[in-house]
């Protein structure tokens, strides 16, 4: 079945980085696009950047206005892992980070990884 896993989230300082992946299993990884949300204490889940699936039209990453400039994202197919470099942290950057993938009209997302930018 599709697995999502995060990990990476942790405790940082502001102006800090962290790298947070997602290991993919049980669906075609290099097929479909690959996302990461984050969810803010009392905050609706936002979309935070996409990278496009092999040989699809949005070749070009997304972000969010909110992190564009500090965030990258990036895929690896053969270890089937998505990985979201983050830097120039700020504290409004915590909250919880998720994986996400759109399969056959199905939204699945991993458990989440936690990360707290705080001094």
């Known amino acids: 079945q599709v697995q999502l896993v995060e990990s990476g989230g942790g405790l940082v300082q502001p102006g800090g980085s962290l790298t947070l992946s997602c290991a993919a299993s049980?669906?075609?990884?290099?097929?479909?696009?690959m996302r990461w949300y984050r969810q803010a204490p009392g905050k609706e889940r936002e979309y935070v950047a996409r990278?496009?699936?092999?040989?699809?039209?949005?070749?070009?990453?997304y972000y969010a206005t909110s992190v564009k400039g500090r965030f990258t994202i990036s895929r690896d197919n053969a270890k089937k892992t998505v990985t979201l470099q983050l830097n120039s942290l700020k504290p409004e950057d915590t909250g919880v980070y998720y994986c996400?993938?759109?399969?056959?009209?199905?939204?699945?997302w991993g458990k989440g990884t936690l990360v707290t930018v705080s001094s």
């Open positions: 996400n993938a759109w399969i056959s009209g199905y939204d699945y």
């Open positions: 990278v496009g699936h092999v040989g699809g039209a949005g070749d070009k990453p």
């Open positions: 049980g669906f075609a990884f290099a097929n479909y696009n």
